[in-house]
């Protein structure tokens, strides 16, 4: 699948690609692209399954041969380790579900926030943006 999301009002397009998204339908996606590339490296439901480093390094290499736009990669990104390995090909790794997860085990039955919801999701956060600050381009 691809979808193209455009904010006209400050001239940015994203492209989603997915690992189903070959070479002869990447030109014409990217063609409406400006601002940035989101790539989910996985099938599926977001946050269910991870993809290999290898295959993200494919996926984004060959996405950069037909874009200069900053690539994004997102879909199963859940601990500093997997943030690092996206970095070392990719230009950002996009976590979702894994903060949300961290909400929710934030919340007390009610709904409520715990009194450690901050500081774990907080911590969680640092802990990936650690992992994507050590990384040292191929």
């Not at 397009?13 to 990217?30: G, H, I, M, N, Q």
């Not at 601002?35 to 390094?57: C, M, N, P, W």
Request: charged share 25%; net charge positive.
């Amino acid at each position: 699948y691809e979808i193209v999301d455009c904010d006209w009002s400050s001239d940015v397009c994203s492209s989603d690609l997915a690992p189903t998204t070959d070479d002869k339908r990447l030109p014409a996606v990217l063609k409406y692209s400006a601002g940035f590339v989101y790539f989910v490296s996985v099938l599926g439901i977001t946050g269910t399954k991870s993809a290999t480093e290898d295959a993200v390094r494919t996926h984004v290499s060959r996405i950069r041969r037909h874009t200069g736009l900053p690539i994004g990669v997102g879909f199963g990104i859940k601990t500093p380790e997997q943030a690092a390995a996206v970095a070392r090909h990719a230009d950002a790794a996009v976590v979702g579900t894994a903060i949300v997860d961290r909400v929710k085990m934030g919340l007390d039955s009610s709904g409520k926030a715990k009194p450690d919801l901050v500081p774990n999701l907080l911590a969680f956060v640092k802990s990936l943006a650690d992992g994507v600050r050590g990384v040292t381009k191929p």
